[in-house]
């Protein structure tokens, strides 16, 4: 009798590219910075796919190897590289709003995109996977360099909750978007 169940060889082959994404992105949960200052093996490896240079804050590097594993995975190249920094969450934005990939909170699936903005910073400066899609003005994320008080300067990867404020933009990367 063969066994149904799939094995992690399969995983690429059975899930869509947002739900491989995401599956990527809980495999690296609780990664956690070692020495501080934003480096340790993993966290430099996500620097590195990013195109960042170690020490830098790494959410937007922690996004881009995700989707480089993740599409790798389906021999598919990533929407991602046409981003100019690929360490600067608000190139993230930019992109997104140049190839009409901004979508309502309510248009939001799991393995889309979020970006928080910081009006002390004047521009998008948290990134991360939206896992569980708004509903009551709050959703749940998977994130690098964050901590337990949500941070955009944080330690580690994590699943948060977080409001849905005005700050806050939605947006695709590996499906179209509908408005």
């Not at 190897?65 to 929407?79: L, W």
């Not at 979508?103 to 939206?130: C, N, T």
């Amino acid at each position: 009798m063969t066994s149904q169940v799939a094995t992690l060889g399969d995983r690429a082959r059975l899930l869509g590219l947002q739900d491989l994404a995401l599956a990527e992105a809980q495999d690296f949960l609780a990664t956690v910075e070692v020495g501080g200052d934003n480096r340790g093996p993993a966290v430099e490896l996500f620097q590195k796919l990013g195109g960042d240079t170690v020490g830098e804050a790494w959410c937007a590097d922690f996004v881009n190897a995700v989707v480089q594993i993740a599409t790798g995975k389906k021999n598919e190249r990533s929407p991602l590289e046409a981003i100019r920094r690929q360490a600067y969450v608000q190139d993230y934005v930019d992109w997104a709003n140049r190839e009409g990939r901004i979508i309502p909170a309510h248009h939001a699936e799991p393995g889309d995109l979020f970006a928080l903005l910081f009006p002390s910073k004047g521009r998008y400066a948290h990134i991360g996977f939206v896992f569980d899609p708004p509903r009551d003005g709050q959703f749940s994320t998977i994130e690098g360099n964050t901590d337990d008080e949500a941070s955009r300067e944080g330690i580690k990867v994590a699943s948060r909750v977080r409001d849905v404020t005005d700050g806050t933009v939605f947006f695709t990367w590996a499906r179209e978007a509908r408005s």
